[in-house]
């Protein structure tokens, strides 16, 4: 009898532990109301959430949780300790930005969760807003949970159907792909073949893709899945079971294979997923960078938007070279005499190229002139991989540093810096302060970092952990020294540039170097505000003119999918603090009347509108330049092309302005007429319907200025 009560009595216990674990759940509304979490835990203790938009569920029941290495993981077991719901309400001003002022307003909940069989706590916030969520772990300091190694982190996305992606293969090194359009369910089968000859060796997986993720439901609602504030933890990639349509988590792993090395206290990134049934609430969301830390730079004055051109097309369209060839016998570089070297060969960074950039950039209003190739190195890196190739500091015999800084100076014109890694790390961080130190004796304010090749310590990623630590640290020391960074072939950006705003820029995405080699999708615009641009602004380097690359290289048969004024277009529509003008001097002279929207728009706004959008077709935005009354718009379509009825309502009303209008000629052809284009003026008021048509890889730009 004794033994059959105590039977009785486990299996009361047990029931009552079970219904501690699977305890009611929390439900979060955003502050709208549109928006519903809720969070619960399994009967075996295991975190869950899924959201709701406007009643319907677009993200079904999920679970969250870590694996670790060597010890019981954080997944399952979990008791509710206490949850906190709370509400926050701020309006912020960034330092630039699409806008001049910036809504942070969310409610949240912190779950602080017990794993008592191993002594150990986990917590979980949440916060959800108006157009998403955004979620985190945060480990407290435990009896046994203090440094830990993470094995694989296990958030889960579970969607509510076979939705269309606009997607681009997980890669541990390198984001420059085009994207593909296809349901989850094609993902499979369409992914060996995203891969093109820019994939490295480090693919995740035959269903892992990368993130910012855009998605589209069958009944018309918008999802994004991406990441904010990544600092100290590896980058995430997401993880497809598609016979579930659930994604997983999937970080970038290290030279030994592990995702992770933490110190409790700490914290991951955010988890966030922007949810609307209308496009433009996906570009004009906010969530990613209200989720990151106020801006820690106590002095914000030197950091500005800056528009620029620069000896860089001509290299990569293969006219000239970034190595200065040595007439000399194989010799210790610190052993020559620079004073006694004749060059020879194609080097572009030459003094009186570089004088030409110079004089156009002061001639049309432009802050800086960039110049790649100046410094020795190039001539003993391509081809190689070696840790010890550039010291940032000396430059080529050819390349005048003072002077020609000086002559810049003399002009109103800064000349922007250029520090190519070639992906040694280690080098670059032993030479960063001398280089840095370099920039403010000669009065660089900008530096463009480049991370090209594999990374050495060999067996490192892009984006694991290790480098995303040292991504951070040289903006920190950059900020140190009162100078902005741009940072190519970097991990993708998260929102960071909220917290330290002297990151003006980033490349991390297929740009429009690829148009004068392998191409890029004429679609390719219409996409990457959905993506890239969630975490951040990226240095695209539009503006390029002259689409057949064979008229300034012969050996060069490549071409431009756009017409001449989607590339005016995407000043407005790919936003960025920083722009260049990327394509040669000569092109532009050809086309000044063209060149006028470029010297005329803005780099940083006091207000934007999304006026259409529809990922993979067009998009079409409207944005007021920085402390002014001038309204800049741009649309970019796809191989559709796109009708615009554009309504003018954003203007003030019982004002008249003169919008000049940069419009596709009626036969431009992306293919086989890019340079065909319309000028055009009128007298335009908030009253005012515009029809226009961006032809099939076209665009339009319009200047609006008070008449």
């Known amino acids: 009898m004794k033994n059959v009560i105590k039977s009785m009595l486990l299996v009361v216990m047990i029931c009552l532990a079970g219904k501690m674990m699977a305890a009611e759940p929390i439900v979060l509304n955003s502050p709208n109301g549109k928006l519903r979490m809720t969070f619960r835990l399994s009967q075996n203790g295991e975190p869950t959430y899924q959201l709701e938009y406007k009643g319907k569920t677009v993200i079904r029941p999920s679970h969250l949780g870590l694996e670790l290495k060597d010890v019981h993981d954080l ?13 926050f309400d701020e309006t912020w001003q960034p330092v630039w930005g699409e806008t001049r002022k910036i809504r942070n307003h969310y409610n949240e909940v912190f779950v602080e969760l017990s794993q008592e069989s191993e002594e150990r706590g986990l917590n979980i916030r949440f916060r959800l807003y108006d157009d998403g969520l955004g979620f985190r772990y945060e480990f407290p300091l435990s009896k046994n949970l203090n440094y830990f190694v993470i094995k694989e982190e296990h958030s889960q996305f579970a969607m509510s159907g076979d939705n269309t992606a606009w997607w681009i293969p997980a890669d541990y090194d390198t984001q420059e792909y085009n994207y593909t359009e296809s349901k989850l369910s094609e993902i499979r089968e369409k992914l060996p073949h995203a891969y093109d000859n820019n994939a490295s060796q480090t693919i995740a997986g035959p269903t892992c893709v990368q993130t910012s993720l855009q998605m589209k439901t069958p009944d018309g609602i918008y999802l994004n899945l991406h990441e904010a504030a990544l600092v100290d933890y590896s980058c995430m990639h997401l993880n497809l079971d598609d016979k579930n349509m659930v994604f997983e988590s999937f970080l970038t792993p ?9 110190q409790a206290p700490c914290k991951s990134p955010w988890r966030t997923i922007i949810v609307s049934d209308d496009a433009r609430d996906m570009l004009s969301s906010n969530l990613i960078l209200n989720l990151n830390d106020p801006c820690k730079l106590k002095d914000t004055s030197w950091i500005h938007p800056v528009k620029y051109v620069g000896v860089w097309w001509e290299m990569i369209n293969g006219m000239s070279q970034w190595s200065y060839t040595w007439d000399l016998p194989s010799v210790k570089l610190d052993a020559i005499d620079y004073t006694k070297v004749k060059p020879h060969g194609k080097h572009g960074a030459n003094n009186e190229n570089v004088r030409k950039y110079i004089d156009f950039a002061a001639a049309n209003g432009f802050d800086q002139v960039l110049v790649e190739g100046w410094n020795i190195g190039w001539e003993d890196w391509f081809g190689h991989e070696k840790d010890d190739v550039f010291d940032f500091v000396t430059p080529y015999p050819d390349f005048d540093i003072k002077a020609l800084n000086e002559y810049a100076h003399s002009k109103g014109v800064k000349l922007l810096m250029h520090h190519e890694t070639s992906g040694s790390v280690r080098n670059y961080e032993r030479h960063m302060e001398a280089a840095y130190d370099l920039m403010n004796k000669y009065g660089y304010d ?17 984006y694991g952990q290790w480098m995303v630590n040292h991504y951070l640290y040289a903006v920190k020391e950059a900020a140190k020294h009162h100078i902005m960074v741009n940072a190519h072939e970097a991990v993708r950006p998260t929102g960071l540039c909220r917290t330290y705003p002297n990151l003006i820029g980033n490349e991390a995405a297929r740009g429009t170097e690829y148009e004068a080699g392998a191409g890029n999708n004429v679609n390719h615009t219409t996409i990457l505000p959905f993506t890239r641009l969630q975490g951040g602004p990226m240095d695209y380097t539009p503006g390029i003119f002259e689409m057949d690359m064979s008229k300034m290289n012969p050996q060069n048969h490549s071409h431009v999918n756009s017409t001449l004024a989607r590339q ?12 260049m003008a990327a394509d040669l001097v000569e092109n532009y002279r050809k086309h000044m009347a063209a060149f006028q929207f470029i010297k005329d728009v803005a780099v940083d706004w006091d207000d934007s509108r999304y006026l259409e959008a529809e990922p993979g077709q067009y998009i079409t935005v409207a944005r007021k330049a920085k402390n002014s009354d001038k309204w800049f718009v741009g649309c970019t379509a796809g191989e559709k092309g796109h009708v615009s009825k554009l309504h003018l309502d954003f203007l003030d009303k019982g004002r008249q302005y003169v919008a000049t209008i940069y419009a596709d000629a009626k036969d ?3 293919r086989k007429n890019p340079q065909a284009y319309v000028i055009s003026k009128k007298t335009v008021t908030a009253r005012s319907v515009l029809t226009l048509r961006a032809a099939a890889g076209g665009g339009y730009a319009i200047s609006i200025m008070p008449k």
């Open 668 to 670: 431009a052809d992306y």
């Open 254 to 262: 290290d030279a030994r294979g592990d995702k992770g090395y933490l």
């Open 568 to 579: 005016l277009a995407l000043y407005v529509t790919m936003y960025s603090p920083l722009q």
């Open 446 to 462: 900008a530096v463009k970092s480049g991370y090209v090749g594999n990374i050495l310590p060999r067996g490192e990623h892009h």
């Open 75 to 87: 997944q399952r077991g979990f008791t509710i300790k206490k949850s906190t719901i709370s509400t």
